[in-house]
């Protein structure tokens, strides 16, 4: 059986003392878990950044569309919205059982 730590010898003979070597082990556990989270967090914030992503998420406001009255085929609501730094122009329906939103977006 290969040591699972350097240095350390284990021998496992029931649950009970898997339990609590698991439990003693947990914080190094939960640190290095945190360690890796981060380093992987910079990865991806790096590769954003060099692919021109800009940061993640987005914003942006959808008006009221005035001429939906005139032409029943026409969005609820239209407006532009930037996500991951990219824009869009974007185009709601309201459902008919007034629940759902359906989004259409395009490129500008």
Do not use: W
Request: charged share 25%; aromatic share 8%.
């Amino acid at each position: 059986m290969s040591n699972p730590l350097p240095g350390k010898e284990y021998f496992l003979v029931d649950s009970d003392q898997l339990e609590q070597l698991i439990l003693k082990l947990s914080p190094e556990i939960r640190y290095s878990s945190r360690q890796l989270a981060d380093v992987l967090a910079e990865i991806v914030h790096l590769e954003r950044e060099k692919r021109g992503l800009g940061p993640r998420g987005g914003k942006g406001s959808l008006e009221l569309n005035k001429n939906r009255p005139l032409n029943p085929h026409a969005p609820d609501y239209t407006g532009e919205v930037a996500i991951s730094g990219k824009r869009y122009f974007v185009k709601a329906y309201v459902g008919s059982d007034q629940q759902f939103i359906n989004l259409t977006c395009s490129p500008l």
